[in-house]
């Protein structure tokens, strides 16, 4: 039976873990409060693949994966990270932008996209469902824990939800690389580094103890 010093270690853990989730809550609300109401050209561009960001885009024809090949006229050369205004694009509101784009199954589109603000409605159109992904990973985790509390498996299950459910709460945030690190991509990166030994813990200790975590417990601190 566990020491009381020890459970008492183990209510804190649990709680910084629920802490880190409800930082990512709170980074995705911050996020949409920004930026509803700001100008949206109607896309954003990740690496090489280029996604809508409104339900209008989607309707026009515009679905995530395609290959981004010039707007105006203007190609889109190199790869991005959250760029939604590659060279040519206007910003400006009530503007428009011809997106020239290689869709998955290989067909060269056109779109025509006004510059709107971006809405509620939109948010949840885009990245609605992720975020929503992401609270049920964290109710499995932390329910879970709650039910089985303090044993290895609920630990292990409830460290790689935590840690899966706040990736998938800023995932679609777009980030900005090119100048100072802010609280968004410092959190991003943190976390996702979390993300392999949170595997490596659940592949340890769920849904059964491996004997080497049981002969070699200390082995988590590596992790």
Not at 13 to 32: E, R
Not at 177 to 182: E, N, Q, S
Not at 199 to 210: E, I, K, M, Q
Request: charged share 15%.
């Amino acid at each position: 039976m566990a020491s009381p010093d020890s459970r008492f270690r183990q209510r804190i853990i649990f709680g910084l873990l629920c802490l880190v989730f409800v930082t990512g809550v709170a980074i995705n609300i911050g996020d949409k409060l920004v930026r509803v109401g700001q100008p949206d050209v109607g896309w954003t561009i990740e690496l090489a693949s280029v996604s809508p960001t409104r339900h209008d885009s989607s309707d026009a024809g515009l679905r995530g994966g395609g290959r981004p090949l010039s707007v105006n006229g203007v190609p889109i050369e190199g790869m991005y990270y959250g760029v939604r205004h590659p060279p040519g694009t206007e910003t400006e509101p009530g503007a428009s932008n011809t997106l020239r784009f290689e869709a998955p199954s290989g067909e060269i589109r056109e779109v025509v996209l006004e510059v709107v603000p971006w809405t509620w409605k939109d948010a949840v159109f885009t990245e609605g469902a992720t975020s929503m992904l992401g609270v049920l990973f964290f109710i499995v985790g932390a329910g879970t824990f709650l039910l089985r509390p303090f044993e290895r498996a609920s630990w292990a299950l409830l460290a790689l939800c935590t840690v899966a459910a706040s990736i998938l709460m800023v995932s679609l945030i777009p980030l900005d690389l090119d100048h100072r690190l802010d609280l968004t991509t410092a959190y991003f990166f943190l976390v996702l580094a979390a993300l392999p030994a949170a595997t490596a813990h659940a592949g340890l200790a769920f849904p059964v103890v491996h004997p080497v975590l049981v002969r070699q417990p200390r082995l988590l601190l590596l992790l």
